[in-house]
């Protein structure tokens, strides 16, 4: 039986225009081009400065145009060439094989944004992954934001003991649906949406506690275009520590995701005791 956490408001609204809006108009049409990877002898040309000495949400990633290419030298939060976000183990990368998860949109793969941080960097007491979005699908035109859906199969497999904490981001509004391997109970479900109002998640597993967050950002690991990765990573880590798997993508309307159950301590604490 599949059971709603959280009821979706499908109604299209037009809003007025956000920085972060156009912005991420430029970077869907300019670096998002789904199949496409880009090499890492590369990744110092993954995005050319707009006329002429412009970098496309440099307010949030603080990227200074070089040489025609924005780049965030010097930031140690950032990767020096793809200005991408590094926090407490989390380096996302682009189109990594290493990646947790496999995003499609229509049947077809794209550019994936992520991490899978190391075994001895991961929390012992929470296993925590985080899947984001800029969009799913359904989105029909510029400035209406109308709710879309993302199905998400989540393969869990192992025996560890330590709770499963999944975090759901998005900047448009997201129906998440979310299908769980039979018997795995998830700890705690977030859900964290410029929109948030109009998005929900509706999974076929047991969940403890489910929580829907404000003011911790909807980065989907590129922050060209609005959000910011860096603060949600860094947010999930001040609260349960390092995150062990980070995927996104711009676009979505399925995600095939791998968690392995790590072994705990006999002491963890309980996700209902965190602030």
């Known amino acids: 039986t599949t059971d709603s956490i959280s009821t979706s408001e499908v109604d299209a609204t037009t809003d007025s225009i956000s920085t972060s809006e156009v912005d991420a108009t430029t970077d869907s049409i300019s670096t998002h081009k789904g199949t496409d990877s880009i090499p890492k002898d590369d990744q110092c040309q993954f995005q050319a400065c707009?006329?002429?000495?412009y970098c496309s949400g440099g307010y949030t990633t603080g990227a200074t145009?070089?040489?025609?290419?924005?780049?965030?030298?010097?930031?140690?939060?950032?990767?020096?060439?793809?200005?991408l976000a590094k926090s407490n183990g989390c380096n996302i990368e682009i189109d990594a094989e290493s990646s947790a998860g496999v995003p499609t949109f229509e049947g077809h793969p794209q550019t994936t944004y992520s991490c899978v941080n190391a075994v001895e960097n991961i929390n012992s007491h929470y296993n925590v992954h985080i899947i984001a979005n800029y969009e799913g699908d359904g989105h029909h035109g510029f400035r209406i934001?109308?709710?879309?859906?993302?199905?998400?199969?989540?393969s869990v497999s192992g025996n560890g003991t330590v709770p499963i904490v999944l975090l759901f981001a998005s900047y448009e509004p997201v129906?998440?649906?979310?299908?769980?391997?039979?018997?795995?109970?998830?700890?705690?479900?977030?859900?964290?949406?410029?929109?948030?109002?109009?998005?929900?998640?509706?999974?076929?597993?047991?969940?403890?506690?489910?929580?829907e967050l404000t003011g911790s950002g909807y980065g989907y690991?590129?922050?060209?275009?609005?959000?910011?990765?860096?603060?949600?990573l860094q947010d999930m880590s001040e609260r349960f520590g390092p995150v062990a798997s980070f995927s996104g993508s711009y676009r979505a309307d399925r995600w095939k995701i791998k968690i392995e159950r790590e072994e705990g301590p006999t002491d963890f604490i309980p996700t209902s005791e965190v602030d």
Do not use: M
């Not at 690991?221 to 860096?230: A, E, F, Q, V």
């Open 50 to 53: 707009i006329g002429g000495d």
């Open 65 to 83: 145009c070089i040489d025609g290419y924005c780049r965030c030298q010097n930031n140690p939060n950032r990767n020096d060439c793809t200005c």
């Open 145 to 154: 934001h109308n709710t879309g859906t993302t199905y998400v199969d989540i």
């Open 175 to 211: 129906n998440w649906i979310l299908s769980i391997t039979s018997g795995v109970a998830i700890d705690r479900v977030l859900l964290s949406s410029y929109y948030l109002d109009k998005s929900a998640v509706t999974t076929n597993s047991e969940v403890t506690n489910f929580e």
């Open 221 to 232: 690991g590129s922050d060209t275009g609005g959000g910011n990765t860096l603060q949600l």
